[in-house]
């Protein structure tokens, strides 16, 4: 009897350890239809942004609650998806069937992002959706802890970024509330949120308050930081930005060439733009990109894996 007591103390433990280690990691997927252009480095840098403002938002709410700076972390770094859909085709179902597949080759995450390049709207005037999704193998465990989360977003640039910080929250688990918080302001866990800025939104505490405990969010020790480098803005990163940063550090110029935000223009801001330049190149050269950057085809095949909504 006394033993028996020792095992199940130590399989208590061993799940609250497991618990607490247990830090979401979050992969992004661009999906590009077969009827628009590879997404521009801009394009892909504006993605990234609006995950920082999100991982941000969520910093700064926990803290403002007295939970500390509590964030989530993410891979930088977006995977191309090639779409066979023009980009008003996707339907509902081909979108979640297509993003299956993503899902499915990152299913050790507990949360995937995959956004509809070019897409403004989903059916039912839905800007984004975010999916249990509890895939079967044999053996599997259908408790609730083998599922994971994916996240379909439409790049509709307005709203874009309080639709990512909404469907990120139900992912870690938030349910739907009351619009206005006691503070002022809108609950960005509310239905039908119209504003677009961030800054009209904030996170209710008993929202912060289970986030917290439940260790869904951590304290990242660093938050990267997207670096602008189309110094022009002409929609490209490329020789013309480089050699505009170069001349910068010695003659006055039009644009901001301070690309790291470190008060002067030098040698490091020249280097940041070139190596921007040089993904540039990388990523409008396909032979070169499948070397080092994995491609996903989708096709449009019924899943018959569960998921809710
Ligand atoms: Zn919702």
Known sequence: ??????????????????????????????????????????????????????????????????????????????????????????????????AYEFDKNHIQNKINIVFVGRRDIF?????????????????????RDDCNWLLIISENRNRLV???????????????????????????????????????????????AFLADWGRLSIQEKVSVAIDADVNNDGYVDLSDVLIVRSAIENNVTYNTDVNNDGITDEVDVLLVKQKAMEAIVAAAPSILRKRKKFVMWSVIKGDSTFGK
């Open 1 to 98: 009897m006394y033993q028996v007591r020792i095992l199940l103390g130590v399989c208590f433990l061993l799940s609250l350890l497991w618990d607490v280690s247990a830090q979401p990691s979050i992969e992004i997927a661009y999906l590009k239809s077969s009827d628009v252009k590879s997404p521009s480095q801009a394009e892909i840098d504006f993605l990234r942004e609006a995950i920082i403002k999100v991982q941000s938002f969520f910093a700064s709410e926990m803290d403002k609650h007295g939970f500390g700076k509590k964030t989530f972390g993410f891979n930088p770094e977006i995977e191309i998806i090639q779409g066979k859909l023009k980009v008003e085709d996707w339907t509902w179902e081909s979108i979640r069937d297509g």
């Open 123 to 143: 059916p039912n005037r839905v800007l984004g959706y975010a999916l249990p999704i509890c895939w079967r193998w044999p053996g599997a465990n259908q408790l």
């Open 162 to 208: 309080p639709a990512l910080a909404h469907e990120i929250g139900h992912a870690f688990g938030l349910s739907h509330a009351q619009q206005h918080l006691p503070g002022g302001g809108q609950n960005i866990m509310a239905a039908g949120n119209d504003g677009a800025e961030l800054e009209e939104y904030g996170l209710r505490y008993t929202d912060a």
